[in-house]
């Protein structure tokens, strides 16, 4: 995220407020544990994925 310190020219200035890291952005996530998560059964005991 960035804080806005001037914009009268071309490249705009600013400074950094915090980082990817700090947001926590881009965390990684296997289809695996997607699909785990939200995995349903109906009464048969077979599975399918709703979003």
């Known amino acids: 995220m960035w804080k806005l310190l001037t ?3 071309t490249p705009l200035r600013g ?3 915090r980082t990817e890291d700090e ?3 881009r965390v990684a996530e296997t289809p695996e544990s997607v699909i ?3 995995r ?4 048969l005991g077979v599975g399918f994925y709703q979003p």
């Open 7 to 9: 914009s009268i020219r």
């Open 15 to 17: 400074k950094v407020v």
């Open 23 to 25: 947001m926590g952005l």
């Open 36 to 38: 785990a998560r939200t």
């Open 40 to 43: 349903k059964e109906n009464e």
